[in-house]
T-cell receptor, first 116, second 110 residues
Framework: DVKVTQSSRYLVKRTGEKVFLECVQD?????MFWYRQDPGLGLRLIYF???????EKGDIPEGYSVSREKKERFSLILESASTNQTSMYLC???????????????FGPGTRLTVL | GQNIDQPTEMTATEGAIVQINCTYQ??????LFWYQQHAGEAPTFLSY????GLEEKGRFSSFLSRSKGYSYLLLKELQMKDSASYLC???????????FGAGTTVTVRA
């Protein structure tokens, strides 16, 4: 079974703090993703990585950066947290990028971040 | 975005059938996914349609009609544990990232 883990389930930070969210997958997947999920807006892609040290902006990259130094690990960084970044953050990974069923994404348990 | 539309909420009785519709406006896509997400948990993969028609997996079936820009997820013999949010997603042609609908929250009542 694919396992995607995230460093924290719940996190509370203050405005202006630098925040690191870590994600690790154990199935040698090529692709890794960071989403945020908000009521009524669904899942929105923040950043995507298709290889080590490679990254691509998603739909809402502003205020975020990412790092992928190793294949199994993908980090989301909030350089200066703001209250509008309070959300559920979900990491996901997938094997390939061929548009087939094998590309199904496997999600981590999520991190609920509150910025005060 | 890909303008993926789903109803916000649906309520049904235990043992009944519920059909969750998903419509989309996109010039083309590789495949259509359905995910299930229980409250406070991560989405989990349910089904994938690439060809038109019905894909059946036990109590859950998913249907796709590309010409009509339409898919549905059919949940039969509803159980209380089926209370969850159901997400429709597509991978647009020329892309490899999923675009998600906002999800449909299904509440199953005894």
């Amino acid at each position: 079974d694919v396992k995607v883990t995230q460093s924290s389930r719940y996190l509370v930070k203050r405005t202006g703090e630098k925040v690191f969210l870590e994600c690790v997958q154990d199935m040698d997947h090529e692709n890794m993703f960071w989403y945020r999920q908000d009521p009524g807006l669904g899942l929105r892609l923040i950043y995507f990585s298709y290889d080590v040290k490679m990254k691509e902006k998603g739909d809402i990259p502003e205020g975020y950066s990412v790092s992928r130094e190793k294949k199994e690990r993908f980090s989301l960084i909030l350089e200066s947290a703001s209250t509008n970044q309070t959300s559920m953050y979900l990491c996901a990974s997938s094997l390939l990028a061929s548009g087939r069923a094998e590309d199904t994404q496997y999600f981590g348990p999520g991190t609920r971040l509150t910025v005060l | 975005g890909q303008n993926i539309d789903q109803p916000t909420e649906m309520t049904a009785t235990e043992g009944a059938i519920v059909q969750i519709n998903c419509t989309y406006q996109t010039s083309g896509f590789n495949g259509l996914f359905w995910y299930q997400q229980h409250a406070g948990e991560a989405p989990t993969f349910l089904s994938y349609n690439v060809l038109d028609g019905l894909e059946e997996k036990g109590r859950f079936s998913s249907f796709l009609s590309r010409s009509k820009g339409y898919s549905y997820l059919l949940l039969k013999e509803l159980q209380m544990k089926d209370s969850a949010s159901y997400l429709c997603a597509v991978i647009p042609l020329g892309d490899y990232k999923l675009s998600f609908g906002a999800g449909t929250t299904v509440t199953v009542r005894a």
